[in-house]
């Protein structure tokens, strides 16, 4: 064992100035790599929510700030040595001009951030069509969006452009100045499409339709994420949102069309299988229908529609035909019937036996007849005689007319 005799750094100032420079160096290094994209966007709607956070930590600020500075003013004046200047006055109970002060500047405060969101909320509305792509830049009337259609898959995206028939994985593109009009959905659980550059989150779920406009205003190169954790890929469900001229963008269409692969039903079901860092791919086709297949949910071959189901409601119900309508509906988003899981679902989710004997705590036995080795025993049919018919009302149509 050896040891050393040279003298410790806190000996040596120079040393430890030297030492203290270098953290300094490797940190701001270190911070250099970040790119506040969120403070820093490049779509005209992402810069007016930037604004709008500036503007609210701006006005909290001046409550925050001064309180922090009293504390410290009033612990030092206040102070149990300091019996000069601050006079002890046990009987003090009110004063006026105190609370004026306390309440006055909180309210405004709150009411100038009550207004800001009121303006807010409907300027900002993502279902709300551009009426400007910029401060003093008005759509021309002439303008037609640019309509992309989004398909959150495990872990991937998927985009349609129904204008240019056309569809691409984990990359699309839009040209700089022109409105896009975004329709969105997943194909089983939740994610928020998002790309900090451009706007806000949105969210996207199975058999919904969530609706988001935008526009890009400075070319580049951009990364879209999900906001939503999704399972095992969700760290890797990125995509790149390319701002390009018009020019640029036309290319990029042909360089799709140029692909002879077709999204047919067969081809959007093996992508919708789980899968993880897929490389971009193109799609120079895309066949009829398909979106509206994949919002109803009814992209493989004998499931119902939603549309259906909600025609069938409004007639009142399907009568002695609801036992088939019910299998129509059993939708395998959880994939145990084609056996292409996640490999991060849980059981009872994914019916693989459980890796622990342990029933978890407040967990109830789920469903699990129709689940592959599940663990979990499925609920006993009623006997015979015990079953109740559903209540007559269940069948009655509806007396006025029914709003979806």
């Known amino acids: 064992m050896t040891f050393s005799t040279e003298p410790r750094s806190p000996r040596h100032p120079a040393r430890r100035r030297l030492l203290r420079s270098a953290g300094v160096l490797a940190l701001c290094g270190a911070l250099a790599g970040c790119n506040l994209t969120v403070m820093d966007p490049s779509g005209y709607i992402a810069v007016q929510q930037k604004n709008l956070i500036i503007a609210s930590t701006a006005l909290m600020l001046l409550v925050i700030v001064p309180v922090i500075i009293m504390t410290f003013v009033f612990g030092w004046r206040y102070r149990s040595t300091n019996n000069d200047e601050a006079a002890y006055d046990p009987e003090f109970h009110h004063s006026t001009q105190l609370e004026v002060v306390i309440w006055t500047i909180p309210l ?11 303006v807010s909320t409907h300027t900002l509305d993502p279902y709300r069509p551009l009426s400007r ?6 759509v021309p009337p002439d303008t037609v969006p640019l309509e992309v259609q989004v398909v959150s898959l495990d872990w991937k995206w998927l985009f349609i452009y129904p204008q240019y028939g056309i569809a691409s994985v984990n990359e699309m593109a839009a040209p700089v100045n022109r409105p896009i009009a975004f329709r969105l959905t997943s194909s089983s659980v939740w994610n928020t499409f998002y790309v900090p550059a451009l706007a806000g989150m949105i969210y996207t779920m199975a058999g919904m339709q969530t609706q988001l406009h935008a526009v890009i205003n400075e070319e580049g190169d951009y990364r879209g994420l999900s906001g939503q954790y999704s399972g095992t890929g969700f760290s890797r469900m990125t995509f790149r949102f390319l701002g390009t001229s018009q020019g640029g963008f036309d290319e990029w269409i042909a360089k799709a069309k140029r692909d002879s692969a077709p999204l047919d039903r067969a081809a959007y079901l093996e992508l919708d299988k789980p899968s993880e860092a897929v490389p971009v791919r193109f799609y120079g086709s895309v066949e009829n229908g398909l979106w509206d297949a994949i919002l109803g949910m009814c992209v493989e071959p004998g499931r119902m529609c939603s549309t259906e ?5 409004r007639r009142g119900g399907a009568g002695t035909d609801s036992e088939e309508n019910r299998r129509r509906l059993e939708y395998d988003i959880r994939r145990l019937e084609s056996g292409d899981e996640p490999s991060g679902a849980t059981v009872p989710a994914s019916g693989r036996p459980a890796r622990s004997e342990t029933q978890p705590e407040g967990a109830m036995p789920r469903d699990q007849d129709r689940a592959r080795g599940g663990v979990n025993v499925g609920r006993p049919a009623p006997a015979e005689g015990q079953g109740t018919p559903a209540p007559p009302q269940l069948n009655t149509a509806p007396s006025g007319p029914h709003q979806h």
Do not use: K
């Open 133 to 138: 792509v910029g401060p003093d830049e008005p």
């Open 108 to 118: 405004l405060i709150i009411i100038a951030l009550g207004a800001m969101t009121w």
């Open 309 to 313: 189901m909600h025609h069938i409601d």
